[in-house]
Every structure is written in C-alpha cells, then in structure tokens.
C-alpha cells in the first residue's frame, strides 16, 4: 500500500483526529464549570454509552466493512447490520433502565440510578451516527467523516461557550443537555451525508448465520477489550467515589489523544488490510503491518518520555486545583503508549477473519486489568487506577504480537524496519542536494 495513493484520505483523518484533540480544550472548560461529583456522574453515562456502542459496532457494525466489499450484496448486509444495532444497542440500554435499582445496589453507586435514567435517550440519539459513521469508513470517505464530527464537536463547543456565559454549566443536566444537542445534530448530518446509501434488501447471499458467526465473537471481544477502557470508572466510583472519577477522567481524555491518534491508523489499514486478504496479497500484508508498527514507535516514545521528564505538569495551568490529581494519573496512563503501536496489529487479525481469536486474548486481557485494578482499590491508592487500563493494554498488545508474527511469519527485526527506511530516505535527500 503507498502512502502516497490515500493522502487525501489520510489527510481528512488526521484532521478528524485534530477535532478530538481541540474538543479536549473545550472539555476543561467544562471542567472547570462542573463540580468534580457532576463531571463524575456525566463521566459514567458517557462511558456506559460508548461502552454499548462499542459492543454493537462489533456484532453489527464491523460487517457493514467485512461483508460490503460485494457492493451488490450492500442492501442485504446493511439490513443486517441495522437490525442486529438497533437490538444490542436500545435492548442493552433498556435492560440498564429496567435494572437500575439491583444494578445500583451491586454497584454500590447511588448514582447509577441518575445514570439508567437518561442512557436509553442517549443511545437513541447515537444510533444513527454509529451506523452512518460505518458506511463512510467502508467508503474511506474521510472528508464526509471530518464534517459528520465537526459539527458533533461543534455544536457542543458553541453551546458550551454559551452556557458558561450564561452560568448555566453547573448541574448534571445542564451538561447533558450539551451533549444531547451535538450528538442528534451528527446523527442528523450523518443520515444526510450517508442517504443514497441507506438501501436495505431482505435479498443476498449473506446469511444470517455468516454474519452473526463473524459478529458475535467480534462483540464479546469488543465488550472485553473496551471494559477497562470505559468500565474501569464504575470500578473506580464502587472502591472511591465519584469524586475521584470525576478527577481521573481529564486525564483520560488527554489520554485520548494517543488513541484518537492510532485510530486514525487502524481506520485507514483495517479497510485497506480486508482488500489485501482477499486478494491474497500477503507481502504487501506484511509490508502494512511493518510499516504501521515501526513508524509509530519511535515518535510516540519520544513524547513519552518528554511528558514524563515533566512537561505533562503543564494540564494544571488549565485545571482548577481541585483537578490537580489528574497529573498523577496522566503519568501512569501514557506508560502504556509506547505499546500501543504494537495493539494496531489486532486490525490484522480482524481482517484474515480471526475475531475468535480476538476473544480469548481480550478476555485475557480484562481478567488481568480488573485483577490490577481490584487490587489498586483495596489498597487505597487512588492515584494508581490507571494501571488497571495500563494491564490491560500491555497483555492484549503482546497478545496480538505474537499471533501476527505467526500468521505472517515475521521476526522481531522487521518492526524496526523504520530506521533503515529513514536512513535510506536521508541519504536519497542529501544525495540530491550534493
């Protein structure tokens, strides 16, 4: 694959991405207006939306890109994918509602309950954009993806402004309220953009049976492998309080950025990766995968170690003191991005169809991060919580490690292929120049 071939659509990418990093600013502004307890429970709703849609994207959405290769079979596909989303996504928020009160017990999180009440609304209005947002990764329509989050990112920025302006950020609902607005506002344009390709056929070859074979060990995977990305603040609340999650949230959010930035990898090479299987192009697959590991590395262990050297301690000139601690668990947190470029390599193992394989080392992976984190809040450290997602991220990127280099019979030495491939770029550069 050049690189060469899809600058533009790396291009609109990163700059989708950029949006997620400019939206962190207008995060602390949120921060800085809500109580710490607020920004905690505000926390728990978005992670338990994020969470479920996360699930449905692997049960029904990473087909519509899997199984929409055969644009003739689309209609069909896309019927499919619809039907098994709209199920997980309004039955999973439905049973939280209908359980709240045991669920809240279990918890032991009164807060819960404020929670259940809003999810099923929230998750309505995020269907759509979830859905839509898939057709336009199929299509590598980066530009249309950049517009759908500009306005979602938008909208609740403008709003926000407002709304500080006004003194009226201060209560849960208030913030709600925000997020409500930008999240039905992308939906909206998501359906407009994505219109003339919202065809849905009861007729094709794709079987149910194919897709959901495909789907359902993908969703356990994704339910296992996002727990303790968004999940670990229920943990976090029932061992400390709300408080404490609402503290350690900005440093996730910063965190972000790191995965915001490897998302925009894997969106371009899952797609890109589905193609070369299919067309039984391993070396170019092999070419991929070196290429994406080893020119990540180097840059993020060079701002790693910047940030940890101190210049993470720059978030509290942007924070009330208040939120000071969030420095403490920024700190842990980026320990587990110079791994990181070693987790995109699960895209690979996606698209050869091995999603089972996905499950177990997610489960893996869960099981030892709530291991680390029950074992962080029985001994009181608040400051360490993060070294349940840390775990987490360590073992499963490992994990995929070792099942890749299996199946495409690499050696260790081609992920560092970036050193001689820029040696040799610098060399060409200044041979010109002489």
Known sequence: MKVTAHLGAISWSMADKLLYVGFGFVQFLQIAALPKEVYGVFTLLVALNSWIMMVSDGSALAGVIQFGVDAGDRPRVNLLAMMIHVVVVLGSSGLMYVMR???????????????????????????????????????????????????????????????????????????????????????????????????????????????????????????LNTAPKLLDVYVIAAFFDVGVVGVY??????????????????????????????????????????????????????????????????????????????????????????????????????????????????????VTSFLVLLAVGYSGQAHLVGLGLVANIVVVSILYTLHVRRILDLPLSAFTRVVPDVRNALARRFGRQQ
């Open 101 to 223: 009160e045991p669920l809240t017990n279990a918890f032991h999180v009164e807060e819960f309950i404020l929670v259940a009440q809003w999810l099923p609304l929230y998750c309505l209005l995020t269907l759509p954009r979830m859905f839509c947002l898939k057709i336009l990764y199929r299509d590598m329509r980066m530009r249309d993806l950049f517009v759908v989050d500009a306005v979602w990112f938008g909208v609740r920025t403008i709003l926000t402004v407002w709304a500080i302006s006004e003194g009226r950020l201060t209560t849960f609902e208030e913030i709600i309220v925000v997020d409500f607005a930008g999240m039905g506002a992308s939906s909206l344009i998501a359906v407009l953009m994505t219109r003339k390709d919202l065809i849905f056929s009861r007729t094709g070859s794709m079987s149910v049976r194919t897709y959901l074979g495909y789907g359902v060990p993908l969703a356990a995977a994704t339910a």
């Open 249 to 366: 949230n900005p440093a996730k959010n910063l965190y972000r950025i790191f995965e915001q930035a490897f998302d925009a990898v894997t969106t371009l090479m899952y797609p890109a990766a589905v193609r070369m299987h299919a067309q039984g192009r391993v070396q170019d697959l092999q070419t991929l995968v070196t290429k994406a590991v080893s020119f990540t590395l180097i840059p993020i262990i060079i701002v790693v170690a910047i940030l940890e050297l101190g210049a993470s301690n720059l978030i509290i000139t942007f924070l009330k003191p208040e939120y000071a601690p969030a420095i403490d668990h920024f700190n842990v947190l980026i320990t587990s991005a110079i791994i990181m470029p070693l987790g995109l390599l699960g895209t690979i193992i996606l698209a050869v169809g091995q999603s089972a394989s996905i499950l177990k080392y997610s489960a893996v992976g869960v």
